[in-house]
């Protein structure tokens, strides 16, 4: 399995992936989810995958064989973000039509993806791919798209994160959202691929790998896990026994 | 769908269930999700259903209707909690003959329990029985069982519960995974039944009923959560920019 998140804010983008692939607990091994695609000064797209690694895998690497090449699948080319999703989709499509009916008795063909970044002349957007390979578009209330195993690092953003929240906090509540999951989840693990992008910076160098061991990340766990279980010996106990 | 939570701890056990039962998003009712079966100062027996309702309702109705009728499916008469599981899989898996071929067309006909209690001579002890009709026991390390929509409200009790937590700790602690729940999911909803249940009192007279109005749950959920925002806050972010 897989996490992976995109969130908008304000001030830019944060995007998170895990890295573990699995086909089975005994058989898991380490892959990259997310990868960017960048002109300096002018774009900056990256792509978060989950599902059928094959699938995935074809169409990232069709779309960077395709880099600056000129064809109709160039993402230099894309005039907006809305067409950088749109030209993902159509790779993705014309891979799930090529391998499908070879794949589906072996398992699940499909993919997801999260698509964010920015083009000059346009906001920052995020856009994910569903597996029929439509797409949606993120906006200031549906802030966070996430996909793979979604829902344990889901209410620690629910309760904490709106449009206005830094890019510092959100990156924090990303990692924090990470740590639930994995905790949770055997099939998600670390090291975790954290872009934190600052809105008009055309760049990705804000890019950090968080392995297990990672004393910055490791800090943020500890304080947030000492102080959760502060809290909850503050939080009053309901009544139990009749009066 | 549906939650339900069962844990134990070395002073009894907590079982927790949400009312919200729906086909569909537009069609949503209330219903009790949990029963108890009692002879006072010498069993206690109660049970958490998820799944289809008809299949549940059936199960734990039959149950009702057999209680003290002195035939093989009568609880009363159960020597342990391991034969009260036996009987209920039993009885569940004749309703499953019976429907399976006429409601397997219109969706899907299993349903899931949880099963807690003690019988005199016993420890507490707290079961979940598969669709399939076959069950697991918990034990000092798989100490919560869930069922329904169970991720959501996950991460807190990996955090926080051990087999050592006091009976208002753990009340409180599944009281604040129904609170992730509802918040991240539309299909979960309350009133909660929650029932502490302490050892050896073969009673289940501790049973609460919260709404979402509820004075005691509304002071622990905005405990919790005023207090995680403020967690959050001193937890110390993440570098961001590049040094």
Chains 1, 2 share one sequence.
């Not at 090529?98 to 346009?122: A, C, L, M, N």
């Not at 766990?221 to 809290?231: F, N, Q």
Request: contains cysteine; aromatic residues 8%; charged residues 20%.
């Amino acid at each position: 399995m897989t996490y992976c998140l995109g969130v908008l804010i304000q001030d830019g983008l944060v995007l998170a992936s895990d890295s573990r692939t699995n086909a089975g607990i005994d058989q898991i091994a380490m892959v990259r989810k997310q990868v960017s695609f960048v002109l300096p000064g002018e774009r900056t797209i990256t792509v978060l995958s989950a599902g059928n690694l094959a699938t995935t895998q074809a169409v990232v690497t069709s779309l960077k064989q395709s880099w600056s090449e000129g064809d109709e699948t160039d993402l230099t080319r894309a005039p907006t973000m809305f067409d950088v999703a749109t030209i993902l989709c159509s790779v993705y499509r014309r891979i799930l039509d090529r391998d499908g009916d070879y794949v589906r008795p072996f398992g699940d063909v499909t993919g997801s993806f999260i698509i964010g970044g920015q083009i000059k002349g346009e906001e920052p957007r995020l856009f994910q791919v569903y597996p029929a390979g439509n797409f949606i578009e993120a906006g200031p209330r549906t802030q966070f798209l996430q996909i793979g195993e979604t829902k344990y690092g889901k209410p620690i953003l629910d309760r904490a994160l709106n449009f206005e929240t830094s890019i510092g906090m959100t990156a924090k509540l990303a990692l924090l959202s990470f740590d639930a999951t994995i905790h949770s989840n055997l099939s998600v693990g670390p090291p975790n691929d954290l872009l934190p992008y600052r809105r008009d910076s055309y760049s990705v160098e804000n890019l950090r790998k968080y392995s297990a061991t990672n004393a910055e990340w490791s800090r943020i766990r500890d304080a947030y896990s000492e102080g959760l279980i502060d809290l909850l010996s503050r939080v009053p106990d309901p009544a139990i026994d009749p009066p």
